[in-house]
């Protein structure tokens, strides 16, 4: 499957990617840049998107273990689980009905009973549920707020006055009984007929009957309560009023959002916190579900891989291997204390683990974020030579983003067919993703200066294999020379054998004429790369050719020396130069040949391929610019 790059990042509004840049999950890639150029955003957005695809990181990994004196508990998620359990515990107790109702004194579903057979039957839920009590409902309880004792015991009997009030279709409360006694004088025995409303039921009297004695009857029990329970508190005028009131506002209650209201006491922050843990409880459930998940998952298809994985961590580490089955956690056990092992030891055990259990596993892919950044030489060869072993396997591929040219060098040496190699720069502020020349796998080492120079018939192949051979601690040695300006442009002559002809005018003037901005705009790596280790050296001859030609006295040895003594014996000159300070100058990171000897180049090279081009021209910018005299 071919996956977009482009497409993966619409949204990420930061990250502007070029439209060519894909990978394909049915081949195996090994993607090169420094960082800053979004490679962890895209394995973020791939894991997010591709769930079925398998993944390393080191974050991830930290979740692998669990350390107990001289053993190690694996199991993913095994810390987030109980983490997780630990919250869900928490949670519930935050929303026990009882807790809420403890502070009231309910401590027994037979005193919530005594208040309502609803808080009740709440209460045998231990846990409140959801709370959605609208603003208009929630101001009708508030008016009976006062009542609540009363009118929680007496709610269905309330919604029967109500209802036997709608039954009948007299609206006026007032006139209810009034009206119920005019129908009653004015109609047969054996009327059949309303004479309200014209509609036909049989034995309509009786049923007029039975209603106002059953509304009599209710309603002078439930004003009995009420008058038992409050008239000492209110005037004869005012019962009556209260409770006419209480049934209007029951008419727009649910019982069961009356009783939550009780259980909150009317705190409006209380139900908003509550239905926020509600939907946090949801979340955290399908967080667990999804790890104990994926955690059976990791421990069958380590038994998969059971016998290699158990050779390695013996042969490796001593270490005796148990799976247990029920817990689905696999227990190694060291020779010694877990603290004792440095971080990079456990790593690789971690990292070990991932790749055997995606070798047991059905997924076919499996994505790494910078697999050998904290590992020594012989790890880190440790851990390519299962990278490549992995892709032995029919139907497993592999993708790893890396910041580490190490990490291509490495696998290169080891199986030179069996990855492709691309790599990230920024450009004109936009992420290109290229592939690296196939010519430059036939080499041990593909990522090497060596690489950029076989074909010496470039003028700048020339100078970029003139910093190989020159060497700055020997005083005879005249190529050293042109990788410098002292007091003036030289041209090496005939002793210098292949390299006649080359001058530190050439670097001068690559900067001067602006010639690093035609070369650094190339998608092609060999190209780039060249680009940026010339444009590197050039910046540096420049800056001492500059410095020089401003210079009331002459300037000679190391680059360090050239700007200390300048800005030391050039102060009036300086005057003119408001922005050319001593400090921007040393804290430039953009010079290669820092009087390295012959030979010493391949750290400078690695700078050089992984500093990102914007960078590079946004630093000359600001040399140039410092350079600029103030009219």
């Known amino acids: 499957m071919e996956i977009i790059l482009n497409d993966l990042l619409r949204d990420i509004k930061f990250l502007d990617i070029d439209e060519n840049a894909k990978i394909d999950s049915e081949k195996n890639f090994i993607i090169f840049g420094s960082n800053g150029l979004g490679k962890t955003t895209i394995y973020r957005n791939l894991k997010n998107k591709y769930p079925y695809f398998d993944y390393l990181d080191y974050e991830e990994t930290k979740d692998l273990f669990k350390k107990n004196k001289s053993k190690i508990e694996i199991s993913l998620g095994i810390n987030k689980l109980e983490d997780l359990l630990a919250q869900k515990e928490k949670i519930a107790k935050d929303l026990s009905i009882q807790t809420f109702l403890k502070k009231k004194n309910i401590t027994s579903k037979r005193r919530a009973k005594d208040i309502s057979v609803e808080l009740e039957k709440k209460y045998a839920e231990k846990e409140i549920s959801k709370i959605e009590l609208e603003e208009k409902e929630f101001k009708e309880i508030q008016k009976i707020d006062r009542y609540l004792e009363y009118v929680l015991p007496n709610f269905k009997s309330i919604q029967k006055i109500n209802d036997i ?22 109609m047969d025995n054996d009327a059949s007929i309303c004479p309200v409303c014209g509609s036909h039921v049989v034995n309509l009297k009786q049923l007029v009957h039975q209603r106002i004695e059953q509304l009599s009857q209710i309603r002078n029990e439930c004003l009995n309560r009420f008058v038992e329970k409050y008239g000492s508190q209110l005037s004869n005028e005012s019962i009556s009023d209260e409770f006419l009131m209480i049934m209007d506002a029951v008419k727009n209650i649910t019982e069961e959002n009356l009783v939550n209201y009780f259980v909150v006491d009317g705190n409006v922050d209380t139900i908003k916190r509550i239905n926020e843990t509600l939907v946090k409880k949801d979340e955290i459930s399908k967080e667990y579900n999804e790890c104990l998940r994926k955690q059976t998952e990791l421990f069958y298809s380590l038994i998969q891989q059971k016998d290699m994985y158990t050779d390695y961590l013996q042969d490796n580490f001593n270490a005796t291997v148990d799976f247990d089955k029920t817990k689905k956690v696999v227990e190694i056990k060291l020779e010694r204390n877990v603290d004792t092992y440095s971080t990079g030891e456990i790593n ?56 580490n040219p190490d990490v291509i060098n490495v696998v290169n040496s080891q199986n030179q067919s069996g990855y492709s190699y691309f790599f990230f720069d920024k450009v004109n502020n936009t992420v290109i993703m290229n ?8 080499t041990g080492n593909v990522l090497a200066i060596d690489n950029l120079i076989k074909d010496t018939t470039f003028e700048a192949n020339k100078y970029l294999s003139l910093t190989l051979k020159r060497n700055d601690k020997d005083p005879k040695d005249t190529l050293s020379s042109v990788l410098h300006y002292d007091n003036g442009f030289v041209t090496l002559g005939d002793e210098a054998n292949d390299f006649k002809g080359c001058s530190n005018k050439f670097f001068v003037d690559y900067i001067e004429f602006n ?18 280790v010339i444009t590197l050296l050039s910046i540096r001859v420049w800056i001492e050719y500059k410095l020089a030609t401003l210079s009331a006295v002459p300037l000679e040895d190391t680059y360090f020396k050239k700007v200390d003594k300048f800005f030391k014996n050039n102060q009036n000159v300086l ?29 400078p090279f690695y700078y050089a391929l992984s500093v990102k081009t914007d960078d590079i021209l946004k630093e000359i910018k600001e040399i140039k610019h410092a350079f600029e005299k103030n009219v």
């Open 165 to 186: 009030s709608s039954e009948l279709e007299v609206v006026d409360k007032n006139y209810l009984r009034q009206a119920l006694l005019l129908l009653d004088k004015n």
């Open 348 to 403: 690789l055990i971690l990292f070990i683990t991932k790749l055997f259990s995606f070798l047991g596993s059905e997924k076919e892919l499996l994505i790494i974020d910078d697999p050998i950044s904290s590992y020594d030489l012989v790890n880190q060869y440790h851990i390519v030579h299962h990278l490549c072993r992995i892709i032995s396997n029919k139907g497993k591929h592999v993708i790893v983003f890396t910041h």
């Open 435 to 442: 592939p690296l020349s196939k010519d430059m796998k036939s």
């Open 515 to 532: 010639t690093y901005l035609k070369d650094l705009n190339t998608n092609d790596f060999e190209a780039l790369c060249r680009a940026k």
């Open 575 to 603: 005057k003119g130069y408001p922005n050319l300070k001593r400090d921007l100058l040393i804290n430039k990171k953009v010079m290669l040949n820092q009087n390295c000897h012959v030979n010493s180049q391949v750290y």
